[in-house]
């Protein structure tokens, strides 16, 4: 980060400034969704009745009204704006994803409506004396202005769904959050429901009453309304605050216009892979440029800094970067990322750069997880294992197409748990064939067991199969399986929703190889004696054989087992 706009100096205290930012924006929005919720909660006790409004009033303003807290919620309320228009004046584009642009527009919304209110009773109460009572409020809303009733449920409505959008771009990244969102989103839902009928069956009660005057007599004086110049004071002050709130708008985006008009033809260019090349005016990001031109960008956080999925590896230009702040790193190496790959959301690039974007625009939140330092590409001996069905296109030819996807999936679903259990990895499937890895995670000699008790637990649970399909197959499914260890590289690899975690190098190859030699050596499984000696198996017992693999210099030793019962 080499500028963020605000005048910082050296990169230390860009980094503490950047900190000191999110944690104000996380902060004060939590005290405000507090606030916001106990209010709404508050509302809701309505549905009892008007006196037990009342009564949950009274411990709600005691609470907030206590000095720390009222300090705390008009400096969160402050704070919080003050932050929207810094953020509105740094964007170098206006150009975002729909969910962003509705958190920007609801929380500049909420201020013009809420002053009235805020004048109406806090003030109201403060200058004059008045009792803010719910009565008051209900009064004041249903009866005198019932115009207001229907902007304080557009108030509420709007503060609640901004603070829900703001949590939910703040908690996807947590692990857990997948596994509580249906509760959360319930909650989500419910509260702002209870609150509006909760609000409008108080409304109606106060509507009736106030037809008696004997009751109007007595909740003037336990309100005590103050004079009617009062009210025209209260309405002035609202226009001109609204009018400076609006002025603050235009002048922050008038503002931008002329930033971005003098910076015009001094920013860098920002190559892709296609070619596709873009300006950049100073001190915007990678991930900006990206949005400003209309190019899709991962970035599940909306360029906070937080998920990663904006990352790009980095081409030429890239010695012209400033290194990665502390944030930043600490986020790259929750994902492992190897050296040239940054966040796109953090880098301001002041020369021309090639970047190229690691993850498809669609990306979702679990890209953001930590994941094991493999994912990136490493080199890694590991044991790889190729499983076929032997016959099975012969055998399929006489059945129907919803029979052969039945039996397959059972088939697959059974060698699928038999390799997981044993602690391999499922790599693909390919037709009726299979692909799995082992010793990712651990050691060669860990992954060389592992596959050896796979195999053993496939030829298992096929046979088990077999006894339970035997009334629908014409004959055994029977299978052949090649088993080899060798140095591959290893990494997460595809495009779009087709990207997972795989092995290429002449060991895969090879392995693919022992597996068709089961076909000629009419057995179940070809093993190679690299795998023998890790796993520290004796298979001295099965017959040993020198093959010639293409592509290889020197003969290969491997183990032939005729039957995958037969392994000890």
Not at 82 to 96: K, W
Request: aromatic share 8%.
């Amino acid at each position: 980060m080499t500028d963020t706009g605000l005048g910082m100096g050296a990169a230390g205290t860009q980094v503490d400034w950047a900190n000191l930012v999110r944690r104000l924006r996380l902060g004060t929005g939590l005290v405000l969704f507090g606030y916001v919720s106990t209010h709404l909660l508050n509302h809701a006790v309505g549905l009892l009745s008007l006196e037990a409004l009342e009564v949950a009033r009274r411990v709600f303003v005691w609470f907030w009204r206590l000095p720390p807290l009222t300090i705390a919620l008009y400096g969160s309320l402050l704070i919080h704006l003050t932050l929207a228009f810094v953020a509105l004046y740094r964007r170098r584009s206006l150009r975002m994803p729909l969910s962003e642009a509705a958190q920007l527009l609801l929380g500049l919304a909420i201020p013009p409506l809420l002053l009235i209110h805020i004048l109406g009773t806090r003030v109201a109460h403060t200058v004059y004396g008045l009792e803010d009572l719910y009565t008051y409020v209900l009064l004041v809303q249903w009866v005198f202005a019932p115009g207001y009733a229907l902007q304080q449920v557009v108030v509420l409505t709007i503060a609640w769904v901004h603070a829900c959008i703001g949590l939910h771009f703040w908690l996807r990244l947590r692990p857990w959050y997948p596994r509580f969102l249906p509760y959360l989103y319930s909650a989500a839902l419910l509260i702002p429901v209870l609150a509006m009928i909760g609000f409008g069956v108080a409304g109606r009660t106060v509507l009736i009453m106030s037809q008696d005057p004997a009751w109007m007599r007595r909740a003037a004086e336990a309100i005590r309304f103050p004079p009617a110049a009062a009210s025209t004071e209260i309405d002035r002050l609202e226009g001109i605050l609204k009018l400076g709130f609006f002025g603050l708008i235009g002048g922050t985006l008038a503002a931008r216009l002329v930033r971005d008009w003098l910076n015009r033809g001094k920013g860098a260019t920002l190559t892709y892979p296609d070619g596709r090349a873009v300006s950049l005016q100073p001190g915007m990001t990678v991930l900006e440029a990206s949005r400003a031109s209309g190019i899709p960008h991962a970035s599940v956080c909306g360029g906070r800094g937080r998920c990663s999925t904006c990352r790009v590896r980095l081409g030429r230009g890239a010695e012209s970067l400033p290194p990665p702040t502390a944030e930043e790193q600490k986020v790259l190496d929750r994902v492992s990322a190897p050296p040239k790959v940054r966040l796109a959301c953090q880098i301001r690039p002041a020369k021309d750069l090639e970047v190229s974007p690691l993850l498809p625009p669609t990306a979702s939140p679990k890209e953001a997880l930590r994941r094991p330092s493999y994912v990136a590409g490493m080199e890694k001996e590991i044991v790889i294992l190729f499983a076929d069905l032997r016959g099975f296109t012969r055998l399929s030819e006489h059945k129907l197409p919803f029979d052969v996807v039945f039996l397959l999936n059972r088939y697959f679903t059974e060698m699928g748990r038999a390799i997981e259990d044993a602690g391999g990895r499922v790599d693909k499937f390919i037709g009726d064939g299979i692909m799995a890895l082992f010793g990712i995670d651990t050691t060669p000699e860990a992954g060389a067991r592992t596959a050896l008790i796979a195999a053993k637990r496939m030829g298992e649970n096929l046979a088990a199969l077999n006894r339970a399909l035997s009334a629908d197959l014409s004959e055994p499914l029977r299978i052949g399986l090649g088993i080899h260890l060798g140095q591959t590289i290893v990494g997460e690899m595809g495009y779009a929703r087709a990207v997972g975690v795989t092995a290429i190098g002449d060991a895969v190859n090879t392995a693919s190889r022992l597996e068709s030699l089961t076909k000629e050596f009419k057995a179940e499984l070809v093993v190679s004696e690299a795998v023998e000696r890790a796993s520290g198996a004796d298979l001295t017992r099965f017959d040993r054989h020198e093959i010639e693999i293409r592509g290889r210099t020197t003969s290969l030793p491997v183990r032939v087992v005729p039957h995958l019962a037969d392994l000890p």
